[in-house]
């Protein structure tokens, strides 16, 4: 097949939305609703050109059908882009009429933030639509959701130390963590606490200051913390760090954090693989996020505990993939994709929820 639909590659449904007025331009894309509606993100970015927008919204929402069927939540995936720059582009009416189309799929695709939203945003976007996600706590919302994530990542890293060196403790090993914001900073804590030594790195001198006096923690050049004499390195900042160039260079065993795509093509896992190095697939070990923000939608509203108490199966969801990787001989991304795809095949038949 040729032309547009051939790019769709699986999704159900991908919507254009327009609004002269307000000078909205969007697309939400539902890639998958077998196991639930669709969760996902809007991200606000000046994308060059409509087809970039449409490249990274395919992406991003198929790889959120994966992430869910992995959390075990009853969600599907799908994600939105608007068109411009939120720094000047951003209005009531834009988000408003954002929050139009989000309704016309009738709760087939469910909103929250990503890059370039905020709460705020999601509080303007109810206000045309029941289907988001991702409020403050003042809005009855699950707020900063990096506490979620940062517990996810961190006992994902326990049960990869369980796999790598047959202790489940961070306790005497060293952590290289790149990115001390929402996420960064809450994990180094939990370590420090742990007993484990850090080496840490950032941009952002205040962010670096936050920890910087924590016992156990040393601050590095922001280049030199991927390749630390570690057992364990921790990307919180940027997606595409692991590329051909910085796998040769890993010291750490274990790569184990919450930066989105961390892998900067596909062969990179295989690369990995060879070198030894135990790589927790992103989406798995950050799932927290999801989790937390899809706590909000129960009928009596948002549970910080609950939400908590579910972030601990993560790292039993991690488990799995690895134990999967090693008795098929195969990589722990390819691992996950399997058990997800499993999942959906096995329970999407069941649920009571129909798209
Ligand atoms: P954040 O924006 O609060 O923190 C990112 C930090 O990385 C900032 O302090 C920034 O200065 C730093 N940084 C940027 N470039 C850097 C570089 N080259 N070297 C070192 N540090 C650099 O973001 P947050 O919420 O902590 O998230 C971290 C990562 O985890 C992001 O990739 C995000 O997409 C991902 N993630 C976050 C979730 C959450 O709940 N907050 C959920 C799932 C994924």
Redesign the pocket.
């Known amino acids: 097949m040729e032309g547009t639909f051939a790019r769709f590659e699986g999704h159900e449904q991908v919507v254009f939305a327009n609004d002269d007025a307000s000078g909205l331009r969007a697309i939400i894309a539902v890639h998958s609703t077998r196991l639930g509606p669709s969760l996902g993100g809007t991200r606000f970015h000046p994308y060059p050109d409509d087809d970039a927008a449409l490249t990274d919204v395919l992406r991003l929402s198929r790889a959120m059908t994966y992430k869910a069927a992995c959390a075990g939540l009853d969600l599907g995936g799908g994600k939105a882009v608007i068109i411009g720059d939120p720094t000047t582009d951003r209005s009531e009416a834009l988000l408003r009429a954002f929050g139009r189309a989000v309704d016309w799929l009738g709760g087939r695709y469910i909103t929250a933030c990503?890059?370039g939203t905020t709460p705020r945003d999601m509080a303007i976007i109810r206000r045309e639509t029941r289907n988001v996600t991702g409020l403050d706590t003042e809005e009855g919302g699950s707020g900063?959701?990096?506490?979620?994530?940062?517990h996810g990542v961190h006992l994902s890293m326990r049960a990869a130390a369980g796999v790598a060196f047959g202790e489940p403790t961070l306790q005497g090993r060293h952590v290289a963590v790149?990115?001390?914001?929402?996420?960064?900073?809450r994990l180094v804590r939990a370590l420090v606490e742990e007993g484990a030594k850090l080496t840490v790195?950032?941009?952002?001198e205040e962010?670096v200051d936050r920890v910087a006096d924590l016992p156990g923690v040393e601050v590095v050049a922001?280049?030199q913390?991927l390749f630390a004499d570690a057992d364990v390195v921790s990307?919180?900042?940027?997606?595409a760090v692991l590329t051909q160039t910085t796998i040769a260079l890993l010291q750490a065993r274990i790569v184990c954090?919450?930066?989105?795509?961390q892998l900067g093509v596909d062969e990179d896992a295989d690369r990995l693989r060879e070198r030894g190095i135990l790589y927790c697939p992103?989406?798995v070990v950050?799932?927290?996020?999801?989790i937390?923000v899809a706590d909000e939608l129960h009928d009596g509203g948002y549970r910080h505990d609950r939400a908590i108490r579910r972030v601990e199966h993560v790292p039993d969801n991690l488990t799995r993939i690895l134990e999967l990787a090693r008795a098929e001989d195969i990589t722990t991304e390819a691992a996950a994709e399997e058990i997800a795809e499993r999942r959906i095949a096995a329970v999407s038949g069941l649920l009571r929820w129909r798209g």
């Open positions: 990503d890059v900063d959701s990096g506490i979620a994530t940062a790149q990115g001390l914001g929402k996420v960064g900073t790195a950032d941009v952002d962010a922001v280049d913390v990307p919180n900042a940027l997606g954090g919450a930066a989105n795509n992103d989406y950050n799932a927290g996020g999801l937390n």
